[in-house]
């Protein structure tokens, strides 16, 4: 669906606690990044299920390195982001 990002990418819902956390650990460490609700675009949501054995898993994180992480603990990303 998506090629390599030039910034991060993050999908997940509004409801989601831990997208909630996600966002707030991007906030404090002032890192830029673009925000997709899954709710609100299906293309996303494939894209998702695509990458998370066939699960809306969220968050969903897409770096610019290719890599992704998935339903990341606090301490797996605040380890990426230190990179």
Known sequence: ????????????????????????????EKIDYEWIDIDQDEAAADYVKSVANGYRSVPTIVFPDGTILVEPSTKQ???????
């Open 1 to 28: 669906m998506m090629n390599q990002p030039k910034k991060i990418i993050m999908y997940g819902t509004s409801w989601c606690g831990d997208t909630r956390r996600a966002k707030k650990i991007f906030e404090e």
């Open 77 to 83: 990303l605040r380890e990426k982001l230190s990179k």
